[in-house]
């Protein structure tokens, strides 16, 4: 399966970094499915709940109260101003 490099970041540090095979959550214009080989794009990210897939199939749900997603050939950040995973 193909996945991309994830980095999902606040002021508190890094609360995931490492490969995923997808990221789904609520940008400013609606929901959001990013997935390996994704179009490069930027966009605003309203408070929402995050999943993120991994490469063994597994699914984290996190929370963050919004911020910046940017999506690159083979790196995907979520810059939020507070993110925590549902445990």
Same mark, same amino acid.
């Given at each position: 399966?193909?996945? #991309?490099?994830?980095?999902? *970041?606040? =002021?508190? /540090?890094?609360? &995931?970094?490492?490969? *995923?095979?997808?990221?789904?959550?609520? /940008?400013?214009? /609606?929901?959001?499915?990013?997935?390996?080989?994704?179009?490069? &794009?930027?966009?605003?990210?309203? =408070? +929402?709940? +995050? $999943?993120?897939?991994? =490469?063994?199939?597994?699914? $984290?749900?996190?929370?963050?109260?919004?911020?910046?997603?940017?999506? *690159?050939?083979?790196?995907?950040?979520?810059?939020? /101003?507070? #993110? *925590?995973?549902?445990?």
């Amino acid at each position: 399966m193909n996945t #991309f490099l994830l980095v999902i *970041a606040s =002021p508190d /540090g890094n609360s &995931f970094e490492g490969e *995923a095979t997808g990221l789904y959550l609520r /940008g400013s214009e /609606g929901d959001l499915a990013v997935l390996s080989h994704h179009i490069p &794009f930027i966009t605003s990210v309203v =408070p +929402c709940d +995050c $999943k993120v897939t991994l =490469p063994d199939e597994t699914e $984290k749900i996190g929370h963050t109260d919004g911020g910046i997603l940017t999506v *690159a050939e083979d790196k995907v950040t979520l810059l939020s /101003g507070s #993110f *925590a995973w549902n445990e």
